[in-house]
Nanobody, 123 residues
Framework: VQLQASGGGLVQAGGSLRVSCAAS????????MAWFRQAPGKEREFVAG????????DYADSVKGRFTISGDNAKNTVYLQMNSLKPEDTAVYYC?????????????????WGKGTQVTVSS
């Protein structure tokens, strides 16, 4: 599975941004897709995940109510809509995938990773 993230950028606090992750290589619907992020000097952390076969989503407490993960199965693309952005959301955002239907929140549980996309929120 190859993952390609895009859509990062610079936005002011309170603004919105959508990042995308295009997947190729295997049947998209057989995988759990997730977004993680890593800020300078911090560990990589779970942001949101979606299970196609399980029909579920999960979010980190820090982004609940502000971020929405969704996908287009026909395009093999997963999106992360980020609203009400805060400076603490600044990080490199990574798309990841794992085979199966259970969403995991630990980065070591993911099988495939894409290159990250930078999201910077100015105050």
């Amino acid at each position: 599975v190859q993952l390609q993230a895009s859509g990062g950028g610079l936005v002011q606090a309170g603004g919105s941004l959508r990042v995308s992750c295009a997947a190729s290589g295997r049947t998209f619907s057989s995988y759990v897709m997730a977004w993680f992020r890593q800020a300078p000097g911090k560990e990589r952390e779970f942001v949101a995940g979606i299970s196609w076969s399980g029909g579920t989503t999960d979010y980190a407490d820090s982004v609940k109510g502000r971020f929405t993960i969704s996908g287009d199965n026909a395009k093999n693309t997963v999106y992360l809509q980020m609203n009400s952005l805060k400076p603490e959301d600044t990080a490199v955002y990574y798309c990841a995938a794992r085979w199966g239907h259970v969403i995991v929140t630990m980065s070591k549980g993911m099988d495939y990773w894409g290159k990250g996309t930078q999201v910077t929120v100015s105050s």
